[in-house]
């Protein structure tokens, strides 16, 4: 399941809408709908749209914030709380972290002030109220909209904004992992609280936040985990090295023999010179097996067009392209092309799980 739908880029960002955003804008039209009929629905569909730009001015306030520390981002998420610009990488030091994140605020703040200013001009010419009866409510609840949403990115629950202050303030004195890690339970507790308020209240809009807040948090968390755990390791630092292999003419017998005798779940498949050609995985023999005979050579049956790693692939770009690959594993190749190792899922999950012991004993 897809979870968000890209809809523009504008400056090399993509702009992409979360489902459970689409899911509110929905719940309101029809809310709207049942108790004024198809006008009250389109005049709720515009606000929400106009609500969708003060949350994107909101993002890009952060984004251009991230560009002066040359920083891109590549995509902004929208969801129910406001939106998640994911940038390329984090900010370095803490202060410009505390920088990115105060600068989508700002720039609420800064459309609340215009409203605020709109609202004083439009309140001495009733001329102009009486005009158009949808802009006379349009303003105000804008207004609101942003002071609300100032306030609520503002709260010190991570990953709102007032979150990722708490955590550049935390970082800045303990560390990057400390700092993410306080912050994430802040914002779960947070996220049980909206929650309970929720349920208290029969407030459908504030479990979807508090589910989103909960989970943000954690994926944040185990992020932030991943690659503080991850740093100065390589593709070649985590790889096992000690492998089978299997030549291009070797049959599924003989495959499954390997398999049955050891741990190893998938094969580089190599040519005489121990070139890579291929990757058999065991959904592939199981597949093969079942379709073709004992007797069938491994390279009927494996997966071609696996791009391989080279030992020097730095531990979060290595763990990028296994996710992006769809296989269980990817053989790592040397500079002459020769299969020295391979990675799979369970060494990532087995150094997130001893490394940390290491780095603190150490
Ligand atoms: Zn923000």
Redesign the pocket.
């Known amino acids: 399941m897809r979870w968000s739908f890209k809809v523009a880029t504008v400056a090399g960002t993509e702009i992409k809408i979360h489902v459970t955003f689409l899911l509110l804008v929905g719940w309101w039209a029809f809310d709207a709908w049942q108790r004024g009929g198809m006008v009250a629905a389109r005049a709720s569909v515009v606000f929400l749209l106009l609500v969708f730009g003060c949350i994107l001015l909101?993002?890009f306030?952060?984004i251009a914030m991230a560009r002066r520390f040359g920083i891109r981002t590549p995509d902004v998420l929208l969801s129910p709380i406001?939106?998640?610009?994911r940038l390329e990488r984090m900010p370095e030091e803490p202060k410009q972290e505390l920088l990115v994140?105060l600068?989508?605020?700002a720039v609420?703040l800064a459309i609340a002030a215009a409203l605020w200013g709109l609202l004083r001009v439009l309140d001495g010419s009733s001329d102009l109220l009486t005009f158009d009866p949808l802009r006379l409510r349009l303003v105000p609840a804008l207004f609101q909209l942003n002071v609300a949403l100032l306030l609520f990115?503002l709260l010190p629950a991570f990953p709102?904004?007032g979150g990722?202050v708490l955590r550049a303030i935390l970082a800045s004195r303990k560390g990057l992992a400390w700092g993410t890690r306080i912050a994430a339970r802040v914002g779960q507790i947070f996220a049980f609280a909206f929650g309970a308020i929720g349920m208290y209240t029969g407030s459908f809009l504030l479990l979807i936040i508090a589910a989103f807040v909960y989970f943000a948090a954690e994926a944040e968390a185990r992020a932030v985990h991943t690659r503080v755990t991850g740093r100065g390791v390589t593709a070649g630092g985590m790889m096992i090295t000690d492998l089978k292999l299997l030549r291009v003419y070797a049959t599924l017998e003989e495959a499954v023999k390997l398999l049955l005798a050891g741990e190893q779940r998938e094969f580089p498949i190599v040519d005489n010179e121990g070139r890579l050609e291929g990757l058999l995985t065991r959904d592939d023999l199981v597949r093969g097996l079942a379709t073709a005979s004992a007797n069938t050579t491994v390279e009927q049956v494996m997966s071609r067009g696996v791009v391989p790693l080279t030992p020097g692939v730095p531990f979060e770009e290595a763990l990028q392209r296994l996710r992006t690959s769809g296989l269980p594993a990817l053989p790592v190749v040397n500079a002459s092309g020769l299969v020295v190792g391979l990675l799979t899922a369970d060494n990532i999950t087995d150094l997130l799980l001893v490394r940390p012991h290491l780095v603190k004993s150490s």
Do not use: L, Q
């Open positions: 909101h993002e306030g952060h406001g939106g998640v610009a994140a600068a989508g605020p609420t990115n709102m904004d990722r």
